[in-house]
């Protein structure tokens, strides 16, 4: 049975007007990859990158025309994945993760002013976002958001702490849910707000984590009587869980990902060429064992990420698949952690350039697939979902985001 994917002769002229574009785009900025190449400079080239993209509609290619978007189609965005794939880059906003899961929420849930005014500059690569979800004591219970906004004339002052945010070297502007109505339940007492981030009051402090390095860190960020235009209230007052329904969705796996897993190339490359008592790692039975255990996990991944792409872009119905994809992917990737240690010792565990593994791609994994459980949605939170929407508990199952 043959699984590879076909493409028609139009999708092939497609394919070759996009690599005679980056071509002539990407190899002269010169652009890097890899732990300790992700630094101010190398962002801001990658912002160049999102532009040029932006300028032919492919930055963002299955999103309206009349937005920004390139109107296309998804075996489009798979081609424009592939291409991209060569040169290390993606077509999802790899400079700005905010607005891959912000702009959902607008598209759905926005005026058609609020998405020519907002989704424009952010289909064209013109804006950095940020989401603002976490405070101190609201994470994966998201509904218990502190964060205050009160309706004044034309303006909602906003008073909070919002915090492990970023991870990028700038901002242009925010999105993020505030509490509207102390007196009302749960659900219902909050709104969801775009913050440009210039606004007066508006003060960002980094955060030193274990992730971070020199290609970003985390930052809280406070508000401290913060006025912000009521046009930038998306989707109405108190309906912004409405709202953070469709962006938790694409935060959650529910859009899918389509693209090659770089580590594991990596990784099995290392150990086909690093030797260890005169011989490749690889050659080794026990390592084989354990480099098929990763090999398995991040095929899974990988299938779950395809499978979600393809249902939204099909317009097909959609259920657990999203939040089973994030657990798996985040389980796997913490699985990951000691599997590199049990494979290759100590090695994975420093990025010195004689005895780190990799490049020092194996100990960026070591710290990332640690502090990657709990960002999008703590793994306790993934299972929470997928048994709501399986109809565990509950007379009616719960349904999936909109993200149409």
């Not at 492919?58 to 109107?71: A, D, Q, S, V």
């Not at 390095?213 to 998306?234: M, Q, T, W």
């Amino acid at each position: 049975m043959e699984f590879e994917l076909a493409y028609t002769p139009e999708q092939e002229v497609f394919r070759t007007e996009v690599r005679s574009y980056l071509e002539r785009i990407i190899p002269p900025l010169g652009i890097k990859s890899g732990p300790g190449e992700g630094g101010y400079e190398q962002w801001l080239k990658r912002r160049e990158v999102g532009r040029k993209l932006g300028e032919k509609g492919w930055l963002w290619p299955t999103m309206p025309k009349e937005y920004g978007g390139g109107g296309l189609s998804g075996d489009h965005a798979i081609i424009l994945e592939e291409e991209l794939e060569r040169y290390e880059l993606s077509t999802s906003p790899y400079y700005d993760s905010g607005a891959r899961v912000g702009a959902s929420a607008i598209l759905v849930w926005g005026s058609e002013e609020q998405k020519k005014s907002f989704l424009n500059p952010m289909f064209k690569g013109e804006v950095v976002s940020w989401q603002l979800l976490t405070e101190p004591e609201a994470g994966s219970d998201l509904a218990s958001v502190k964060t205050l906004a009160v309706k004044d004339g034309d303006d909602y002052v906003i008073n909070g702490h919002k915090t492990f945010v970023g991870s990028s070297h700038g901002v242009d502007q925010f999105w993020t849910i505030c509490m509207s109505d102390p007196k009302a339940p749960r659900h219902e007492n909050v709104s969801w707000f775009m913050i440009p981030a210039t606004l007066q009051g508006i003060t960002i402090m980094p955060l030193d984590l274990l992730g971070s390095d020199n290609e970003g860190h985390k930052n809280s960020v406070f508000f401290d009587n913060v006025r912000v235009p009521a046009f930038n209230l998306i989707g109405g007052e108190n309906n912004g869980w409405k709202v953070a329904t469709t962006h938790l969705e694409v935060e959650h796996g529910g859009g899918g990902r389509i693209g090659r897993n770089r580590f594991l190339e990596r990784l099995l490359n290392y150990c086909a060429s690093a030797t260890v008592d005169g011989a490749p790692i690889a050659k080794d039975s026990d390592a084989r064992d354990v480099m098929t255990e990763i090999f398995a996990d991040a095929e899974i991944t990988r299938l779950f990420g395809l499978r979600n792409f393809y249902l939204v872009h099909a317009r097909k119905p959609r259920s657990y698949g999203g939040p089973q994809s994030s657990y798996f992917g985040k389980m796997s990737r913490l699985r990951l952690t000691g599997l590199n240690v049990q494979l290759l010792g100590y090695a994975a565990l420093t990025n010195d350039p004689t005895w780190g593994a990799a490049d020092g791609y194996v100990e960026a994994q070591s710290r990332s697939g640690i502090v990657g459980v709990h960002p999008g949605g703590t793994a306790d939170v993934q299972k929470l979902i997928m048994a709501r929407r399986i109809g565990i508990g509950r007379t009616t199952r719960e349904e999936a985001g909109r993200l149409d």
